[in-house]
C-alpha cells in the first residue's frame, strides 16, 4: 500500500490546506475565569495550535474583547507564536458572540477555509456563540475543548451540549494537531510530535 495522501485520508478530514485555526479572547484577564481545567494548560494547548498552524503554514485569525478593560492583553505567548495574526487581531469593543462582528466572521471568510478550527478561553461564552453561529454560516467547526474552560462544571457541560445539539464537533489539542499533520514521519510531523511529547506527563524524565 502506499503512503499518499489519498490511502489514508478520512472524509471529511481537517487538513493544514483546508482549514483555518480560530482562537477567541486568549486575553490575561479573562483566563482567570477558567476553574474547571487548569489555565495554564489551556493556554500551553492553544499556544501548541498555534504552532501547529504556523509551523504547517495555515491562516489564523484572532479576536479580543475590550483588552483596555479587566479581560486585558492577549496572552504574550500567543502573541511571540503568531506575531503577524496578532497584529491582525479583530479587537471587539463588546460583542460578546464573536461571530456577530463583521470584521471578524469576514477575517474568516477571506481566508476561503470552510473547515475552522476553534479554541475559545471561556467555553461557555467565547467559545459556544461562535463556534454554533459559524455551523448556522455553513463552515464545519471544531471546538478544542481542552484549550479552554468555564467557571463551574454545570456551564461547561451545558455549553457543550449545546455545541454539540447545534452542530459543532469537538475534539482536543492532541488529536487536531495529530489529523492535521497525517504522517509523522515527514518535516511537520517530526517536528510537531516533539511539541506534544515534550508536554505528555508520562515522557518527562524523573528529577
Known amino acids: 500500500m502506499s503512503d499518499s495522501k489519498k490511502d489514508y485520508m478520512m472524509t471529511g478530514q481537517f487538513t493544514a ?26 493556554l500551553r494547548n492553544a499556544v501548541t495550535l498555534a504552532t501547529a498552524a504556523k509551523t504547517l503554514n495555515m491562516p ?42 463583521p470584521n471578524f466572521s469576514g477575517a474568516i471568510a477571506k481566508t476561503g477555509r470552510k473547515n475552522i478550527i476553534m479554541g475559545g478561553v471561556t467555553t461557555d461564552i467565547c467559545l459556544v456563540f ?17 484549550a479552554g474552560g468555564s467557571s463551574y462544571e454545570i456551564q461547561e457541560d451545558m455549553a457543550q451540549r449545546r455545541m454539540i445539539h447545534g452542530g459543532v464537533v469537538l475534539t482536543t489539542t492532541n488529536t487536531m494537531v495529530a489529523e492535521l499533520v497525517q504522517n509523522w514521519a515527514t518535516p511537520a510531523g517530526m517536528q510537531l510530535i516533539q511539541l506534544l511529547l515534550g508536554s505528555a506527563p508520562m515522557m518527562q524524565q524523573a528529577s
Open 17 to 42: 490546506e483546508n482549514s483555518v485555526l480560530v482562537l477567541v479572547d486568549y486575553q490575561l484577564g479573562t483566563m482567570q475565569l477558567i476553574r474547571t481545567s487548569n489555565s495554564d494548560v489551556c
Open 60 to 101: 489564523v485569525v484572532l479576536t479580543s474583547s475590550q483588552e483596555h478593560k479587566v479581560q486585558g492583553p492577549i496572552s504574550p505567548a500567543l502573541q511571540k507564536v503568531l506575531p503577524d495574526a496578532y497584529k491582525a487581531r479583530v479587537k471587539r469593543q463588546g460583542i460578546v458572540n464573536a461571530w456577530g462582528d
Open 130 to 146: 461562535s463556534s454554533i453561529s459559524a455551523v448556522q454560516e455553513g463552515y464545519n467547526v471544531l471546538a478544542v475543548m481542552d
